[in-house]
């Protein structure tokens, strides 16, 4: 091609599209093997036809997949997920097959300049093309043999004959006056609206806990009382603090971890509002602070020593063959003169307490264990390291209700609280709306309706707005209620989190219907092209399906 598309690909397209195409070939290559009847140890004789490509073929199903995650990272500006890519592929594959069918002739240079003009590769901040973002693009490339300019032109010209192909398919996109009526009513409607928000942390009705009713919550919420399985286990314990004295530091090797973590040892101040100094003293600063840093470099080597020692006897219990109770377990612990502790039950989910921040860890560790493996390797610890010895697994256990009285307590009087939250905000509509066939003002019925009760409520005005262009600190909540609205009703009190919400409308204007409005002309052609894109990938999925099932191979 003798267009300056193909000078700018030659000269600068290169490395980028190299990169992509690795990234996707490495990526996707494998991914194909999801496909019906495709496998790892059929790759090397299975061949199967799919639209000129060969899936038993590695090189085919780079081909394949690198061609349409390349034409993929260019429309839509960044990766797709494997299966998404995978989908794409196949319609991809099955839409050129059709054009060669269809006769339909290579992409112009024309097309193809118009083509990389809608890629949102190369789009600006607005959607369209930006010719800046476009030169950037093409200044950081680098020319790279893997890619030439025969590939990307290719790739541009085969996404140029699919999009004819998805047109043909979709035909003119037939729509029903009544969907853009629909569609331009949720868009260009016209919302005035008044809100007030009912603060459910305020709400503090007064629930007797009964026990017979504890009792019943109990039995129907069973579930959520089941005491999880549980590890039943002995730690050999090895604290940093035992390795302390076998530290020894020099000053090169304090003063290059002060260098390494200046950030960890700020300078002590008596003022803290006192202004910075103009010039940093960094030989003064090392020295206010140097006793910490040799102390946290000296735990840091401790921490080291007490993992070695506890990977040591690890080993040395292997060698052993020593088991929790066991006469070797018995002789190797005298040896280190310490003796095993003991740890209180305890779930994946929570961890040994004794642990803290480094319980979930060492749980996971603990759970790997039973009759087949009695000890863990080292597991680092936030006083040093462990080795956790396996006793028992309890199963999970539905407990009684005394052992769990209070949390069931809790929960019954969270529940009751959010039943009666719910049975105010019916009982506030109804006030609100009597107060405003009164003749009230949104806000002084809400806040007139409030009154006798413990919860906070404020009320907020909403200008004008459509959804088409609606403010971007609209709570969604919000947005929820609209559908089901009309001037002057009032929502139900939608609740979300630790907040309800009423939504009345002040003034509602349906925008204009009849086919002289600019955005019924503008709404009829995009709701048309999205029907047409929709009945052309449902007839390039089927025949992907046909495909793929023809070409299966045949179970002997």
Known sequence: MISWIQRTFQQHFKTVFAVLLGLIIISFVFTI?????????????????????????TVDQQRLMGDAGLSANLQVGYGLEAEQIQNYAFQRAATLHLADELHLPAATSAEIAEQIKTLRA?????????????????????????????????????????????????????VLPTDIKNQLARADTSWTLATATVDYTTFNPSIPAIDAELTKFFEESA?????????????????????????????????????????RFPKPTADAKAPAPVKADAAADYAAVRPQVELALKNERAQRLAAKAASDFVFSLYEAKAVAGSPALANILATRKSSLKTLAPFTREAGPAEFGPAATTVAEEAFKLGKDRAYTEAVPTPNGAAVL??????????????????????????NEKRKRFVDLGRTLRS?????????????????????????????????????????????????????????????????????????????????????????????????????????????????????????EPKVK
Do not use: C, H, M
Request: charged residues 25%; proline residues 5%; without cysteine.
């Open 431 to 551: 006030l609100i709306e009597n107060r405003l066939k009164a003749g009230d003002t949104f806000e002084k019925a809400a806040s007139s309706a409030a009154t006798g009760t413990s919860a906070k409520i404020e009320t907020k005005a909403v200008a004008a707005f459509t959804l088409r262009n609606r403010p971007q600190d609209l709570d969604y909540t919000v947005l929820g209620t609209l559908e089901r609205l009309e001037k002057g009703q009032v929502s139900d009190l939608a609740i979300v989190a630790d907040k309800g919400t009423y939504v009345y409308v002040v003034d509602k204007k349906i925008p204009d219907f009849t086919p002289t409005n600019p955005l019924y002309a503008e709404t009829r052609t995009q709701l048309g092209s999205y029907t047409a894109r929709l009945g052309s990938s449902a007839y390039l999925a089927e025949i992907v399906e046909t495909e793929l099932k023809r070409s």
């Open 223 to 263: 579930f959520r009382y089941e005491i999880p399985p549980r590890i039943v286990a002995t730690y050999a314990d090895f604290p940093a603090t035992e390795y302390l004295a076998q530290v020894t530091l020099n000053e090169a090797e304090v003063r290059a971890y002060y260098d390494a973590n200046p950030a």
């Open 33 to 57: 093997g999801a496909a019906p009847g495709i496998g790892r140890a059929e790759r090397a004789t299975l061949k199967r036809e799919f639209f000129g490509y060969n899936l038993g073929s």
């Open 122 to 174: 190369f789009a600006g901040p607005d959607g369209q093309f930006d010719a800046a973002t476009y030169k950037t693009f093409r200044d950081n490339l680098k020319s790279n043999p893997r890619l030439t300019e025969a590939d990307i032109a290719r790739v541009l010209g085969d996404d140029v004959r699919a999009d004819k192909v998805q047109k043909l398919l979709g035909g003119p996109g037939y």
């Open 389 to 414: 010895f396996w006793q028992d697994t309890q199963p999970a256990r539905k407990p009684a209700f005394a052992e769990v009285k209070t949390k069931v307590n809790a929960d019954y009087l969270e």
